[in-house]
C-alpha cells in the first residue's frame, strides 16, 4: 500500500459525458500527478500540480482539467468523453515537486467510455 | 531526459537471480537512473533508484556501469510475486526541473516456477 488513494476503482460511462477522478496524497506530501495508461500509449504523463499550483504539463487534452484542492487532494476532470478516452488513470504523490524525489502511485481508475 | 533501452521480455526461474539490462548511452551527468514495476495494472512501483554509486535496498540491487551508459537492476531471489513490467527511467534531478516519469516500454519479467 503507497499511501495514495483513488477514487473511484472502476468507471463505465458513455461518449460525451464527463467524470471526474479523485486522489488523496500520501500525508505530508505536497505534489501530485497524473498518469493516463492506454494500451497503444503506454504510461504518460498529464499534469502536475504542487501545494494547490500547477507545476508541469504533459501530454493533456483541452477537454480534460485537473485541480489541488487545499486539503491537497486533487481531482481530474474528463470531458466530451470519446471511446479512446478508456484507460487506466494514476495519480502519484511526492513530497516536493523536486524531479529527485521518489513518486508514489496509487492503484488506479479504470475508466471505460462506450 | 535520455532515452532508455530496455529487453522487452526476460525469464527468470524462481530463486534464482533475475538480471534486468537498461542501456541509457545518452546519459547526463545530472541524470539519476530510477527503476520502477508494474505487476498486472497495478499502480508503478518503485525500486530503487541511482546516480553513479551501485545501490542496494531491501527489494533490489542496482548496478551502474563505471561511465554510466548503462545499468542492471538485479533481484537476487526472484518469486512469482516479481512477475512484473520493470522500468528504466532516467531523470534530471535538483530545482527547476519537473518531475514527470517518462515510461518506455519496459520489460516484461516472467519468473517461472
Known amino acids: 500500500d503507497s499511501g495514495v488513494t483513488q477514487t473511484p476503482k472502476h468507471l463505465i460511462t458513455a461518449t460525451g459525458q464527463r467524470v471526474t477522478l479523485r486522489c488523496s496524497p500520501r500525508?505530508?506530501?505536497?505534489?501530485v500527478y497524473w498518469y493516463q495508461q492506454s494500451l497503444d500509449q503506454g504510461l504518460q504523463f498529464l499534469i502536475q500540480y504542487y501545494n494547490g499550483e500547477e507545476r508541469a504539463k504533459g501530454n493533456i487534452l483541452e477537454r480534460f482539467s485537473a485541480q489541488q484542492f487545499p486539503d491537497l487532494h486533487s481531482e481530474l476532470n474528463l470531458s466530451s468523453l470519446e471511446l479512446g478516452d478508456s484507460a487506466l488513470y494514476f495519480c502519484a504523490s511526492s513530497t516536493t515537486p523536486l524531479a529527485g524525489e521518489t513518486q508514489y502511485f496509487g492503484p488506479g481508475t479504470r475508466l471505460l467510455v462506450l | 531526459d535520455a532515452k532508455t533501452t530496455q529487453p522487452t521480455s526476460m525469464d527468470c526461474a524462481e530463486g534464482r537471480a533475475a538480471n534486468l539490462p537498461c542501456n541509457h548511452s545518452?546519459?547526463?551527468?545530472?541524470?539519476?537512473v530510477y527503476w520502477y514495476r508494474q505487476i498486472h495494472s497495478q499502480g508503478p512501483q518503485y525500486i530503487i533508484h541511482?546516480?553513479?554509486n551501485n545501490e542496494t535496498n531491501e527489494m533490489a540491487s542496482l548496478i551502474i556501469t563505471e561511465d554510466r551508459k548503462s545499468s542492471t537492476l538485479i533481484l537476487p531471489h526472484a518469486t512469482l510475486r516479481d512477475t512484473a513490467v520493470y522500468y528504466c527511467?532516467?531523470?534530471?534531478?535538483?530545482?527547476?526541473?519537473?518531475?514527470?516519469?517518462?515510461f518506455g516500454q519496459g520489460t516484461t519479467l516472467q519468473v517461472k516456477p
Open positions: 527511467i532516467v531523470r534530471v534531478t535538483g530545482s527547476g526541473n519537473t518531475g514527470k516519469l517518462i
Open positions: 541511482g546516480l553513479k
Open positions: 545518452t546519459i547526463s551527468g545530472n541524470e539519476y
Open positions: 500525508s505530508g506530501d505536497l505534489s
